[in-house]
């Protein structure tokens, strides 16, 4: 059994479907209509875009350009997980903390993944290599973006409390020991809801479209749960070093909070 080629024809018919979200903006004036159709262009020219770059670089089997895509991913991930923030830290620090986060988690949960579990030959086949490295970046991000708007805007809220402890010569970690603690507990969730439902409420979309290419359901259901228990290690390691990275941005070395540091609510 093989996949079902689709046409445009079907994908504008599917695409019918989003006049049910713009009308739900409009109805309830929600004033997401803008939003909803830069959304929709954004995402069909990034996967138009990713269709043609994926092909080529599928057909090149080369170490270079799997690498050179992969650190695109992750520089376009880190933006993502500024540009997600209500009230993102101020200065190239932040970003570069995030980044350099998503790329040893992205680099060390792929390689565990790829080279070592799956074994393909070559190891470094893009077809392989590619989207599981893009399906860590995506849920991680997720709960780091979760883990950060949380803590900066925990922090806002029990502002007194928190310099209160800390002029009673508790260490910054100490007296933002409660701020973490729920904003560990928010980054976590998503993916703990995810596996919990998965294959009962919800096929992923992976395992969905293996199982449309014509593989066996079983062999995608064994790819699936390896893909959830890879997402699920990358985003714990994610929320924790957001979390401890953001309690380094909102404080100094002398422990003082720095909410000068982050920027206006958007």
Known sequence: ?????????????????????????????????????????????????????????????????????????????????????????????????????LFFIGIAVTGLGVGIIIGPDPWYAPRYVLPILGMVLGNTLTGMCLVLDTMTETASRERGAIEARLALGAHRFEAMSNVLHVAMRTGMIPILNAMATTGIVALPGMMTGQILAGVDPVEAAKYQVLIMFLIAGATALGVVCAGVGAIVLLTDDRHRLRLDRIRKKR
Do not use: C, H
Request: net charge positive.
């Open 1 to 101: 059994m093989s996949y079902v080629p689709l046409t445009m024809t079907d994908l504008m018919l599917a695409a019918t479907l989003l006049i049910i979200n713009a009308a739900i903006s409009w109805f309830f004036r929600l004033q997401l209509e803008k939003s909803i159709a830069i959304a929709v262009v954004r995402m069909v020219v990034q996967l138009a875009l990713i269709g043609v770059v994926l092909k080529f670089i599928f057909a090149q089997t080369s170490p270079s350009w799997t690498a050179m895509l992969g650190l695109v991913m992750i520089v376009a991930a880190g933006i993502e997980v500024m540009t997600r923030q209500t009230r993102p830290a101020r200065g190239w620090q932040a970003f570069g903390l995030q980044t350099a986060t």
